[in-house]
């Protein structure tokens, strides 16, 4: 049983692994070193870029958070939950003016269009605006 043979294959074998392992490692080729090194370097550009682009990001979300801690550092540390805050919104009080001016002209239209008499029409007038008022209200009342 001669094994020249098989040592032979087993040679070219590894002469054939080693000059790819030489070409792929080897600086002075620079055929699969070079492709390395420059992805690299692409990574390590695109890497700076995107730490800027936080930086940056980071810059603006400062920059708009300081509009609030003034707002925030004058508020005290715990809100009291007994008293209604929604006073100071304007919104909601013009809501509530236009509203109650929304009513009276309802109560004004139904009284003047009404076959009844006049405190009979002004009775119905003001319990129908009440109901209303209270089916807004608990509507409201659910929905938020």
């Known amino acids: 049983m001669s094994a020249d043979p098989d040592i032979a294959r087993f040679q070219a074998t590894i ?8 070409s792929m490692y080897d600086p002075t080729t620079g055929s699969m070193t070079a492709e390395v ?5 692409e990574l ?3 890497k700076t870029q995107l730490q800027e682009q936080i930086k940056q ?4 979300i400062n920059r708009s958070n300081r509009d609030f801690t003034d707002v925030r550092d004058q ?3 715990t809100l009291p939950k007994k008293t209604l805050n929604f006073i100071e919104d304007y919104t909601l009080i013009i809501v509530c003016i236009s509203y109650l001016f929304m009513v009276v ?4 239209t139904y009284v003047m269009y ?3 008499n006049f405190l009979t029409a002004i009775g119905k007038g003001v319990s129908y605006s ?3 008022t209270l089916i807004f209200g608990a509507l409201l009342y659910y929905l938020c």
């Not at 002469?15 to 030489?22: A, M, P, Q, V």
Request: glycine share 4%; aromatic share 0%; net charge negative.
């Open 15 to 22: 002469t054939d692994l080693i000059t790819i392992g030489n």
């Open 37 to 41: 090194a420059s992805r690299n370097k």
């Open 44 to 46: 390590q550009e695109k």
């Open 57 to 60: 990001q980071e810059a603006i």
């Open 75 to 77: 508020l005290p540390e």
């Open 105 to 108: 002209v309802a109560l004004q």
């Open 114 to 116: 009404s076959p009844e």
């Open 130 to 132: 009440l109901i209303l």
